[in-house]
């Protein structure tokens, strides 16, 4: 791809902070109360794995899309080797179909001229307006396409998960008091 011409597109700033703050509100606490509870588990292997988690999850969460005139790619960092991105000429766009989810919602797949598929990035910032660059570039149709999770669905996540985090300063509290007797 030409550097001018490329227009990028980053995963959702509320769906990558909301994930990796609840990543962290679920694994934390852990060494803490691994050294309470004296299990055989030690705290320390427990950071380690933390460490490696967020790490994964950070590479996970930092996809981007660049669009041009011929083409879409998806990429991820090159640090990240365990998800691969795809690239697929605009030329060989056939179709946008739609498929449910397992919860209900909507992903939608370009099928390319060889019946491959590819998923439609649905939770990057200014996901509008990559839906218009499908279609200004292919021709198809995308007045229905909608994201998959609105952003105020992140929003109450990330409030509950504040919450679950105000629990995990008590029970560190607990556990490290109870580490103290």
């Given at each position: 791809?030409?550097?001018?011409?490329?227009?990028?597109?980053?995963?959702?700033?509320?769906?990558?902070?909301?994930?990796?703050?609840?990543y962290l509100a679920l694994t934390v606490p852990l060494p803490y109360l691994a050294t309470?509870?004296?299990?055989?588990?030690?705290?320390?292997?427990?950071?380690?794995?933390?460490?490696?988690?967020?790490?994964g999850l950070y590479g996970a969460l930092s996809e981007r899309v660049l669009v041009d005139?011929?083409?879409?790619?998806?990429?991820?960092?090159?640090?990240?080797?365990?998800?691969?991105?795809?690239?697929?000429?605009?030329?060989?766009?056939?179709?946008?179909?739609?498929?449910?989810?397992?919860?209900?919602?909507?992903?939608?797949?370009?099928?390319?001229?060889?019946?491959?598929?590819?998923?439609?990035?649905?939770r990057i910032a200014g996901f509008a307006r990559s839906v218009k660059v499908v279609q200004?570039?292919?021709?198809?149709?995308?007045?229905?396409?909608?994201?998959?999770?609105?952003?105020?669905?992140?929003?109450?996540?990330?409030?509950?998960?504040?919450?679950?985090?105000?629990?995990?300063?008590?029970?560190?509290?607990?556990?490290?008091?109870?580490?103290?007797?």
């Open positions: 791809m030409k550097t001018e011409e490329i227009t990028r597109f980053n995963l959702s700033p509320i769906v990558r902070i909301t994930l990796l703050s609840l309470a509870t004296k299990s055989e588990v030690s705290s320390e292997w427990l950071w380690v794995a933390i460490a490696i988690g967020f790490i005139a011929t083409q879409i790619q998806v990429t991820y960092p090159k640090w990240f080797p365990f998800r691969r991105g795809w690239q697929l000429e605009w030329s060989k766009v056939r179709d946008l179909k739609a498929r449910s989810t397992g919860q209900g919602g909507l992903v939608y797949y370009f099928v390319s001229d060889d019946e491959k598929g590819y998923l439609l990035p649905m200004e570039r292919t021709q198809i149709d995308t007045r229905d396409v909608k994201p998959l999770a609105q952003p105020w669905m992140y929003l109450i996540l990330f409030v509950l998960t504040i919450f679950l985090g105000l629990v995990d300063v008590w029970a560190i509290v607990a556990a490290r008091t109870m580490q103290n007797l």
